[in-house]
């Protein structure tokens, strides 16, 4: 009976230092062209975010309006006021005509701008505005030249809708 000895070697399975920088060289490279791109994409969701929380209010104060039976009010807000401008990034809020205020939506930050009417728009309680001609408000981010605006409308029947357009 004869013993055999087997001698095996064991192979190393680690990264070289050299494999290790061409990685991350490589994901540095990938990462620097693609900052870029996602910063766009986290700006157009905002924009569109902030375009569909103003379409929710002026749908809100609509209902509320017609549910209550009373006038209610969607302002540009002013701590917990109502204020005349046209610049809405304070943010906006919808009360009751002379009454207690039903909900509140904050600022929306420098990264974008919202313009609509310098007055307070009023829902009757029929759901028809007060006033009597269409009101835009618009929805970008500054310098957006290329880049996607949203145009809420509102007709005077109190008719909201949003479309999608492109900066000029």
């Not at 900052?35 to 969701?45: C, G, L």
């Not at 290329?146 to 008719?159: E, F, H, M, V």
Request: proline share 3%.
């Amino acid at each position: 009976m004869t013993l055999k000895l087997r001698i095996t070697m064991q192979h190393s399975r680690a990264f070289t230092l050299i494999e290790l920088m061409i990685t991350l060289a490589i994901l540095a490279i990938l990462l620097a062209i693609a900052a870029p791109s996602f910063r766009d994409t986290i700006q157009n969701n905002r924009t569109q975010t902030i375009a569909n929380d103003l379409t929710t209010a002026l749908q809100f104060a609509r209902s509320e309006a017609v549910k209550r039976g009373v006038r209610v009010d969607i302002c540009r807000r002013n701590a917990n006021a109502c204020a005349d401008a046209t610049d809405w990034e304070n943010g906006w809020l919808v009360k009751v005509n002379g009454g207690a205020v039903l909900r509140v939506w904050e600022a929306v930050g420098n990264q974008n701008t919202v313009t609509g009417p310098a007055e307070t728009l009023s829902y009757r309680p029929n759901g028809l505005l007060t006033k009597t001609t269409a009101t835009d408000f618009t929805v970008k981010f500054p310098n957006c030249t290329g880049k996607p605006q949203y145009t809420i409308a509102l007709t005077a029947t109190g008719r909201v809708t949003s479309t999608k357009g492109t900066c000029q």
